[in-house]
């Protein structure tokens, strides 16, 4: 028997299947677009509440630019306000990190490379320490000409990211004039940017290098303004959304006079060596020269490496000889006069006999003569220069009351001066020095040599005149000192305390080297009484160090120069003398014109 299908059993159940199979496609396609829903919200959520500070920051550093306004540096003045030191107004370029993302850049660093004439890789490394996130603008380049100004306008389409601002650039109006002294400013390497990042130091900082500008950075530099600015796509400002005002460097005055520190240059010349004139009241420097010099103009822009090795090949012009140490010879007689007064071995009217030569430990030591200059007393020895007298009082006293007051003069520390960073504090040799060093003790022939300041003796120009202030202001070491402002205020000096015989002895025997002795060739009847001591170290084959210290009025000492040829040769009186002659000739000049001259009263 055939079984046969009811229609409505089929139908049914046909009918039961498609409805089941379109109500499961619904709840899949929900569950679906639930966990689609849900997965969209969660990274929102994500995105807006637990990211969303980053993200917005980021969204932020696409449109906001943050620009930096480095402020004006402060002026430095001379001690009657002119200026040494000042600021311009050039052209610089910067590029902004985040205008392009980092592979974007290479065809805009080769065009800049060849318009600033900086190596692309230079350029590069650039954009690659200042990080393309960066919002900063970066400084490429200070004091561009206007020629270059036109090549980046004509190809700006290539130079997305590039700006050229207006920006004060440090300025030198005297050329070379006090370099050593001024020093010079330039952009902080990426070693100096690591070690003074926590001192609010960034990438393109313009810092003092050397002199005055290092010394007084902090007061000079002033503080960093800026602009927080919003632009479009194109790079555009559309508005600006916060400034802080910049606050510019203060101004520092210095003791320098410009009228007598152009003289003390041109009196100097073209010689190596150094002059330092100062006020021996107080110890205000009033000029002070080193040769060879360099213009501090140059570092204003950036410097080519080309430029440096030639500066460099000049027998180190960025040496402030004035502060360097050096043998200082026959001026150094004045410290050997008061060691021998202030020992009590001699009496302030000694006579001693000279000599051709001295014969001490076997060794030969001659008077520079070779034939003595027969009975001299102490000023007597120091207006004829005599080295065998000398020698006598050294072997009396011995070498640790000479050393002793060599030590009180200043020599063999630093004076104190602002320029500590670069100055010598020069040697004063002892036992325990020539044991470390040469492994041998003292000799009887060391105290020879350093009587007549020889051997291994080194004092710096600025140490020597310091050593003249001491006659000159009646027996007072002062502080060598730039800094004009607040000046009344300090004492700069302190009292020796030699007995007034023995600061008498060594006033008359300067006086009487001008009058009668080595020191003729400064003398001029136009000026005021002069005393003064002559130096020349023995030559070491390629010509001898000459030195000449002077102060005036002899009777009311105001200004004391010192004059230093290294390796002029000839002697302190032909060379030295008539350098000194010039600069107080000049000074006394200008006070009769009522111009420059310092008033100070003494402490």
């Known amino acids: 028997m055939t079984l046969t299908q009811s229609p409505f059993t089929t139908a049914t159940q046909s009918e039961t299947r498609t409805v089941g199979q379109r109500y499961r496609s619904i709840f899949l396609m929900a569950i679906a677009s639930l966990i689609v829903l849900g997965g969209l919200g969660g990274r929102l959520v994500y995105l807006q509440l637990l990211d969303g500070a980053t993200n917005r920051k980021l969204a932020e550093n696409n449109r906001i630019r943050l620009i930096p306004k480095q402020p004006e540096r402060g002026k430095v003045l001379d001690r009657k306000g002119r200026i040494l030191a000042g600021s311009r107004l050039s052209h610089s370029v910067f590029l902004w990190p985040l205008a392009r993302k980092k592979g974007e850049w290479g065809t805009t660093v080769k065009r800049l490379s060849q318009i600033l004439k900086i190596p692309e890789e230079v350029v590069q490394a650039r954009l690659d320490q200042a990080g393309y ?105 559309v508005r600006i959304l916060g400034q802080k005002a910049t606050k510019a460097g203060q101004d520092v005055r210095l003791t320098l006079d410009v009228d007598l520190q152009k003289v003390a240059e041109q009196a100097l010349g073209d010689r190596k060596g150094a002059i330092v004139a100062l006020d021996p009241r107080n110890g205000a420097i009033l000029a002070m020269v080193s040769r060879p010099a360099f213009d501090p103009n140059l570092f204003s822009t950036r410097i080519s490496d080309a430029q440096w090795q030639q500066l460099q090949s000049v027998d180190h012009p960025f040496v402030n000889r004035a502060l360097q140490a050096f043998q200082p010879a026959s001026t150094f007689k004045i410290v050997t006069t008061a060691a021998g007064l202030e020992s009590g071995k001699f009496a302030p009217d000694t006579v001693l006999p000279t000599y051709p030569s001295l014969t001490i430990g076997g060794i030969v030591f001659n008077d520079w003569n070779r034939a003595g200059f027969g009975p001299l007393d102490f000023p007597g020895a120091i207006a004829h ?213 310092p008033k100070v009263e003494a402490n």
């Open 133 to 237: 996130n960066s919002p900063f603008l970066v400084r490429m380049a200070r004091g561009i000409s206007p020629a270059q100004v036109t090549a980046l306008t004509e190809y700006s389409a290539e130079l997305e990211g590039v700006q050229v601002d207006a920006e004060a650039v440090r300025y030198y109006p005297n050329g070379d004039l006090a370099a050593h002294v001024l020093g010079y400013t330039g952009e902080l390497s990426d070693e100096e940017l690591k070690q003074r990042k926590e001192d609010g130091y960034r990438l393109g900082d313009v810092t003092g290098q050397m002199g005055i500008e290092l010394a007084y950075e902090g007061v000079l530099r002033g503080e960093w303004g800026g602009q927080q600015v919003e632009v479009d796509g194109a790079g555009q400002v």
């Open 385 to 597: 220069s005599s080295d065998t007298f000398f020698y006598q009082v050294a072997m009396t006293v011995g070498g640790e009351t000479l050393i002793d007051w060599t030590r009180r003069f200043g020599f063999g520390r630093k004076t104190g001066i602002e320029l500590g960073v670069e100055e010598s504090a020069g040697l004063v040799p002892d036992d325990a020095w020539k044991r470390k060093e040469l492994k041998e003790g003292w000799f009887l022939g060391d105290s020879v040599n350093m009587s007549i300041g020889q051997g291994y003796l080194l004092t710096s120009p600025l140490q020597v005149a310091v050593m003249f202030a001491v006659p000159a202001n009646g027996g007072f070491l002062v502080k060598p000192h730039l800094l004009k402002d607040n000046e009344e205020s300090k004492n700069w000096r302190e009292p020796l305390n030699m007995l007034p015989s023995t600061t008498q002895k060594i006033q008359k025997g300067l006086r009487e080297v001008v009058t009668y002795g080595t020191g003729g060739g400064v003398d001029d009847p136009s000026l005021p009484a002069i005393s003064g001591k002559s130096g020349t170290s023995e030559d070491m084959g390629d010509g001898s160090d000459t030195w000449f210290g002077a102060y005036a009025p002899s009777d009311t000492p105001e200004i004391v120069v010192v004059a230093f040829g290294e390796r002029s040769g000839g002697g302190g009186g032909s060379v030295g003398a008539p350098i000194v002659r010039q600069v107080l000739k000049a000074y006394f000049d200008l006070k009769k014109k009522g111009a420059s001259v």
